[in-house]
C-alpha cells in the first residue's frame, strides 16, 4: 500500500486524496517513511519537517472532510529546494554561511504552496548558492544519483531531482538559473521545467544572478509540472520582474497534447560534438516520434548559442558578486571573529566580514566571486560585462527569428548522462559545459521543459530531450512535451523510473 | 592660517555642491516600512530594507514623482527612461553591501535656478542632476571620545534610515561668486529648502539629517585669467547648517590657498567638516576611492514616466519661492527688509496663515517676527512648533483691534494659550482678562487715584498734563492691567480740567 502511494505521481495521489481513498497524512508520513529508508544513500535532503508535514496533512484532511474547497493538489506532499526562504524552517542554499538560518518570512511561492494546503516535507540539497551542476558543491556533502548512487543528480538542485526520482517526494521545487531545475531533471529520469522568466515570483529565493534565476516544477510527469506550475506562478507585486499576465492555460494544454502541425525546429548548435552517442540516438528517436505524431520537424540555427557559455560565465558571476555581497556575518548566519585584526588588536567590522567571507564561502562561490568583481571593474566592466550584455542581446534575437519559424525548439537537455562524483570536480570547465544546452533559455528568459528520452545504450542511464518556447508561451512546453511523454510511455510500456534500480533500506543511523 | 582677503587676493574660488534630500514619503523607497524619524532602533525595517537572503525591492512611485517634480522644480530635463543602478561597497550600515542608486542614468538633469542673495540680488546656478537613491542605516560609535569609528569599542547600527528615499541634487561648477561663494553657497542651500518646502516634497530639517550638504571647493590662480581650467577640488562631507556650508567654504578657500602658496599641491579627496573647531581633515582621497563596480540593478525594471505624468506635474508644481515672495510682499505692503526677516524667521507661512484667518499683514508679521521668535527661541523650539496656531494668532489680534485687550492683556492670553488652556477667547472668560470697559467704573478707579494722590492732581491741574501718567499708572495697577490706557488718560483728564 505504502509502496503504492510513493510510485502515484501528484496527479494521481490528488485524485485518490479527493475520492477519500487515501488520507494526506497516510500519504505524507508514507514519503516520510521513505525518505528515512533511503535518504541516508541519496542525501537529497538537508533538513527534513516531519512535524510540520504532518501538520499541515491533517489540517487538509480536517478541511477536507468538513467539504471545504480545496486545490486541485492539496494534502500532496511536496520538497523544496533549500534556496527558498521558508518561515520557521532552516534555509541555508547550500552554504555554511547560512547554516541554522531560520528565515522570518515566506517566499512568494512558499505562500502559495501553504495556502493550498501542500505539506513541505524538506528542503533539499544543492550546490552552495546554486552554483554549480553536481551538488558536490554543497557545503553539506553532496546528493547522490538513485540511478546509481556513485554519480551526482546534476546540479545545483540534484537534491529536489533525486528526491522526486527517488519517490521520497511526488513534487519538488527547483529553481533554475542556468539549468539547475532542466539538468539535474534529465540525468535523473524526472521532468522540470524552467518557466518564462518573470512567470513564478522571485522573493524569497536567495538570489544568485538576479537576471536569471527562475523557479519552477521538478515531477515525474509532465502533468504534475503543469499543476505546479499554475499554483506557483502568476503575478506578485512583491517582485517587480514578475510578469503582470494570467499564467497560460498549462494542465488544459497537457490534457490536449497534440503536436499534429505544431512547427519543431531542431537547434544546430546544440548536438552533435560533445554529445554522448546515447544522449544523441535518444534525442533522433524522440524528434522522429514528433514526426510521425504529425508535428513539421525542420533544423533552425541559432548561431549566437556557441556564445552563450561565455557571456553567461561573465554575467552570472558579475550579479553573483553582488547578491552574495551581503553575507557580511553582520545580521545574521555564520560570523567568524578573528583574535586579531589586521592591524591588530581588537578585529573591526571589516575584518570580521572578511574572517567569515574566507570561511564561509566554498571554492566555487569564491571562483565566482572573484570572476564578477573583475568583470564590474572600472576599466574592464564594457570589455567583460558590456561584452556579455551585447551577446545576451543577440541570443534573443536568435531565438526571435528562430520563433518567426517554429513553435518550439527542441535540444538534449545535457550533453551526458550522470558522471561519477568527483569526476569533474577539479575541471570547472567541464562542469560548466553540463550547462551548454540549457543556459541559452536563461539568458534570453524563454521557457524550457525537460523530459526523459530514455536510456543510454552505453551506460544504461537516463538521457532527456528539452522543448523551449518564446517568452510567456510556456504552454507549448506542455502541449508537446505531453505529447512526447505518451508516446514515449507507450513505447516504454511504463514510466522510465521503473527501470531504476531499487534503493534498499538502510537502517537508521542513531546520532551518538 | 592665511586671511580670506588674502586667499582671495591671490586665488579665484569654485563651489559646488551636492545635497541629499530625504523624501518624506510615508513609506522607504523599496518597500512598505515607515520613515516616521525618531522610532525607536530598528523598529522601522522588513526582510527587503534589511537585506535578508531572497527579499526583493519594489519601487516608491510616490517617491518618484517626487524625484520628478524636484527636478522640475530646477528646470531640469526628465528621462523617459531611467534606470537604478547597483553601487556596490562593504559597510556595516548597508543591509545589502550595495547601494541602488542611479548612477549614469539619472531621473533629472541640466537644469538651473536663480538663488536670492541677502542683499536681493541674484545668482543663477547651473544644475548638473537630480537622481534617486536609497539611505543607508546610520551607526552608533560607543566607547570613543568623538563619537566617531577611531577609538570606539564597538558600533551600533540602526536600520530605521535604511531605504529612505534619498534625491541628491548636483550643481555644476559654480564660477563667477568669486569672494561671495561662501554666501553664495549658502544662500544656495537655504534656496533649496525653501524651494522643497513648498513642494511639501520633505521636510528638510538639516539639524535631523534629512538635507546633507557636501560641499567642493577649488581654487585658481587669478594669474591664469578666466579660460584656465579649474584647480584640483575637494569634498567636504556632510556639512549640515546653512551657517557650517558657509563657514566650511570659506575656511576650505583659506586652507587651499595657504597649501598652494606655500608651493605645495591640492590632493583630490573628501574631507570632514568639525563643526566645533571650524576646520576640515582630510577623509578618502582619490587613489584611496573604492571601485563601485556600477552595473544596472536587475531587480527593478527601468522607470520611463510617461509624457502626460510629467506635464500634469509639471502643470500642478507650485508658485516658485521667488515669485511667490515677490506677490506676497506685494499684497501685504512689506518692505524688503521685513519681507527678509520673514522669510529669514521661516515665518512666511504662518504669516500667510495668519493674515488668511483675518489679522492686518504687519500685525501678523510682528506678532511671529517679535513675540513669538522670542518665546520660541526661549523653549528652543521653531516657530512652527509653538503651541499657537496661525488661526489663534488672528483670533488674539482680533480682540486687540475690538480693544477688548490691550497689548499687557494679549500676551497673558498668549501665555494660557500656549499653555493648552484653549482658544484666546475661552483663556480671555477663564483668566478674566477682558479690559473695563464700563466707563463708571472707570471713572470711580480715576477718581480715587486722583484721591490718593492729591500732589500730583494739582500739578495736572495747573497744566502739566504729562505727570497725569502716574494717575494713569495707579488705575491701570487698581485695575490688574485690565483698562484701557487710552481711555484712562482722556477720563483723569477730563476729571482734572
Ligand atoms: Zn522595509
Known amino acids: 500500500m505504502s509502496d503504492d502511494l510513493l510510485r502515484l505521481s501528484g496527479a494521481a495521489l490528488a485524485e485518490r486524496l479527493a475520492a477519500g481513498d487515501t488520507s494526506s497524512v497516510e500519504a505524507t508520513q508514507a514519503h516520510l517513511d521513505q525518505i528515512a529508508a533511503v535518504d541516508g544513500d541519496v542525501h537529497a535532503f538537508l533538513h527534513v519537517d516531519a512535524e510540520g508535514a504532518l501538520a499541515q496533512a491533517a489540517d487538509v484532511d480536517r478541511r477536507r472532510a468538513s467539504g471545504a474547497t480545496l486545490h486541485r493538489l492539496a494534502g500532496v506532499p511536496i520538497a523544496v529546494k533549500d534556496v527558498v526562504a521558508t518561515a520557521g524552517l532552516p534555509t541555508t542554499a547550500g552554504s555554511r554561511l547560512l547554516a541554522g538560518w531560520v528565515p522570518p518570512y515566506d517566499a512568494t511561492l512558499i505562500t502559495r504552496l501553504r495556502a493550498a494546503g501542500l505539506p513541505i516535507l524538506g528542503k533539499t540539497n544543492m550546490d552552495e548558492f546554486a552554483m554549480g551542476s553536481s551538488t558536490e558543491h554543497s ?31 511526488p513534487l519538488a521545487i527547483g529553481t533554475d538559473t542556468g539549468g539547475s531545475i532542466r539538468q539535474p531533471a534529465a ?107 504529425g508535428a513539421e520537424v525542420v533544423e533552425v540555427s541559432c548561431p549566437h548559442f556557441d556564445y552563450a557559455l561565455a557571456a553567461y560565465y561573465l554575467i ?94 527542441v535540444s538534449p537537455t545535457a550533453p551526458t548522462t550522470a558522471f561519477r562524483l568527483g569526476e569533474k570536480l577539479d575541471d570547472p570547465l567541464a562542469m560548466y559545459l553540463n550547462d551548454v544546452a540549457t543556459i541559452p533559455a536563461n539568458l534570453a528568459g524563454v521557457p524550457g521543459l525537460s523530459l526523459p528520452s530514455g536510456l543510454a545504450e552505453e551506460d544504461g542511464l537516463p538521457t532527456a530531450l528539452q522543448v523551449l518556447a518564446p517568452a510567456t508561451a510556456d504552454d507549448r512546453l506542455y502541449r508537446v512535451g505531453g505529447a512526447l511523454e505518451t508516446m514515449l510511455l507507450d513505447r516504454w510500456g511504463g514510466p522510465l523510473l521503473d527501470r531504476a534500480p531499487a534503493l534498499t533500506a538502510q537502517p537508521q543511523q542513531v546520532p551518538a | 592660517m592665511i586671511s580670506y582677503d588674502e586667499a582671495l587676493e591671490h586665488f579665484e574660488p569654485v563651489i559646488g555642491l551636492e545635497v541629499h534630500v530625504e523624501l518624506g514619503t510615508v513609506s522607504k523607497m523599496f518597500c512598505g516600512c515607515a520613515t516616521t524619524f525618531g522610532a525607536d532602533p530598528n523598529s522601522q525595517v522588513c526582510p527587503t530594507c534589511l537585506g535578508l537572503p531572497g527579499s526583493l525591492p519594489v519601487m516608491n512611485g510616490k517617491a518618484v514623482e517626487s524625484a520628478i517634480r524636484i527636478g522640475l522644480a530646477l528646470g531640469c530635463d526628465i528621462a523617459g527612461w531611467c534606470r537604478f543602478a547597483r553601487k556596490n561597497y562593504f559597510y556595516p550600515d548597508m543591509p545589502k553591501n550595495f547601494q541602488t542608486s542611479q548612477y549614469d542614468e539619472p531621473i533629472a538633469v541640466e537644469g538651473s535656478t536663480e538663488v536670492v542673495m541677502p542683499d536681493g540680488s541674484t545668482v543663477r546656478v547651473d544644475i548638473e542632476r537630480a537622481h534617486m537613491e536609497e539611505d543607508t542605516g546610520k551607526s552608533l560609535h560607543v566607547g570613543g571620545a568623538t563619537g566617531r569609528i577611531h577609538g570606539a569599542s564597538h558600533s551600533l547600527v540602526d536600520y530605521n534610515r535604511a531605504g529612505i528615499p534619498l534625491v541628491e541634487i548636483v ?66 562631507k556632510n556639512v549640515n547648517s546653512l551657517r557650517s556650508v558657509e563657514r566650511a567654504v570659506r ?50 525594471v527601468p522607470v520611463a514616466p510617461s509624457t502626460q505624468w510629467v506635464e500634469h506635474l509639471r502643470q500642478t508644481l507650485p508658485e516658485p519661492p521667488g515669485l511667490r515672495r515677490a506677490r506676497l510682499a506685494g499684497e501685504w505692503g512689506f518692505s524688503e527688509l521685513e519681507m527678509r526677516d520673514t522669510v529669514g524667521a521661516g515665518a512666511l507661512e504662518l504669516v500667510e496663515s495668519t493674515v488668511a484667518s483675518g489679522a492686518a499683514p504687519q500685525a501678523a508679521r510682528k506678532w511671529w517676527l ?128
Not at chain 1, 573591526?348 to 564561509?360: F, H
Not at chain 2, 520633505?202 to 539629517?209: A, F, I, K, P, Y
Open chain 1, 139 to 169: 557545503a553539506f556533502g553532496p546528493s547522490h544519483n538513485p540511478w546509481d548512487l556513485d554519480r551526482t543528480p546534476g546540479g545545483s538542485g540534484g537534491g529536489s531531482a533525486a528526491a522526486v526520482a527517488a519517490f521520497e517526494a
Open chain 1, 187 to 293: 540525468v535523473t529520469g524526472t521532468v522540470g521545467v524552467k518557466p518564462t522568466y518573470g512567470g513564478v515570483s522571485r522573493y524569497g529565493l536567495i538570489a544568485l544572478a538576479s537576471s536569471l534565476d527562475q523557479a519552477g516544477p521538478v515531477t515525474r510527469t509532465v502533468l504534475d509540472a503543469a499543476m505546479l506550475h499554475e499554483l506557483i506562478g502568476g503575478h506578485d507585486p512583491l517582485d517587480s520582474t514578475s510578469i503582470d499576465a494570467p499564467v497560460p492555460a498549462l494542465v488544459d494544454a497537457v490534457r490536449d497534447a497534440d503536436v499534429r502541425g505544431v512547427r519543431v525546429g531542431v537547434v544546430r548548435e546544440l548536438g552533435g560534438e560533445g554529445y554522448q552517442p546515447g544522449v544523441r540516438s535518444r534525442f533522433d528517436e524522440a524528434v522522429g516520434l514528433l514526426a510521425d505524431a
Open chain 1, 316 to 409: 552570472l558571476p558579475s550579479e553573483a558578486s553582488s547578491n552574495l555581497a551581503r553575507f557580511d556575518a553582520m545580521r545574521y548566519g555564520l560570523r567568524v571573529v578573528p583574535e586579531t585584526g589586521a592591524a591588530g588588536g581588537v578585529p573591526s567590522a571589516e575584518d570580521v566580514m572578511l574572517a567569515t567571507r574566507a570561511a564561509g564561502f566554498g571554492a566555487e562561490a569564491k571562483r565566482r566571486i572573484i570572476l564578477g568583481t573583475y568583470a564590474l571593474s572600472s576599466g574592464y566592466y564594457d570589455a567583460y560585462y558590456g561584452s556579455a550584455q551585447k551577446v545576451r542581446t543577440l541570443i534573443s534575437r536568435d531565438f526571435e527569428q528562430a520563433f518567426t519559424r517554429v513553435d518550439v525548439l
Open chain 2, 171 to 236: 550643481t555644476k561648477p559654480v564660477i563667477g561668486p568669486d569672494s561671495k561663494a561662501p554666501e553664495v553657497a549658502r544662500a544656495y542651500v537655504a534656496h533649496l529648502r525653501e524651494l522643497l518646502l513648498a513642494l511639501g516634497v520633505s521636510d528638510v530639517r538639516m539639524e535631523q539629517g534629512s538635507l546633507r550638504c557636501d560641499a567642493n571647493v577649488s581654487l585658481r590662480p587669478r594669474s591664469g585669467g578666466p579660460q584656465q581650467p579649474l584647480g584640483t577640488r575637494t569634498e567636504t
Open chain 2, 251 to 300: 575656511h576650505e578657500i583659506c586652507r587651499q590657498a595657504e597649501v598652494l602658496l606655500a608651493g605645495g599641491t591640492i590632493t583630490q579627496e573628501t574631507r570632514h567638516w568639525h563643526e566645533d573647531t571650524g576646520i576640515t581633515t582630510p577623509g578618502r582621497s582619490k587613489e584611496q576611492a573604492e571601485d563601485y563596480r556600477y552595473f544596472p540593478e536587475p531587480d527593478l
Open chain 2, 370 to 497: 517679535s513675540e513669538l521668535s522670542r518665546r520660541a527661541r526661549a523653549a528652543g523650539l521653531e516657530l512652527s512648533e509653538l503651541q499657537v496656531s496661525p488661526q489663534q494668532v488672528a483670533e488674539l489680534q482680533g480682540l486687540v483691534d475690538a480693544g477688548r485687550v490691550n497689548d499687557t492683556l494679549a500676551r497673558q492670553v498668549l501665555d494660557g494659550v500656549l499653555a493648552g488652556e484653549g482658544s484666546p477667547e475661552q483663556v480671555v472668560v477663564a483668566r478674566g482678562l477682558e479690559v473695563v470697559s464700563d466707563d463708571a467704573a472707570l471713572t470711580e478707579a480715576v477718581d480715587q487715584a486722583i484721591a490718593d494722590h492729591p500732589d500730583v492732581a494739582a500739578k495736572v491741574r495747573e497744566g502739566k498734563v504729562a505727570a497725569s501718567g502716574a494717575l494713569i499708572g495707579a488705575v491701570m495697577k487698581q485695575l490688574r492691567g485690565q483698562a484701557d490706557a487710552a481711555r484712562v488718560r482722556e477720563l483723569v483728564l477730563q476729571r482734572l480740567s
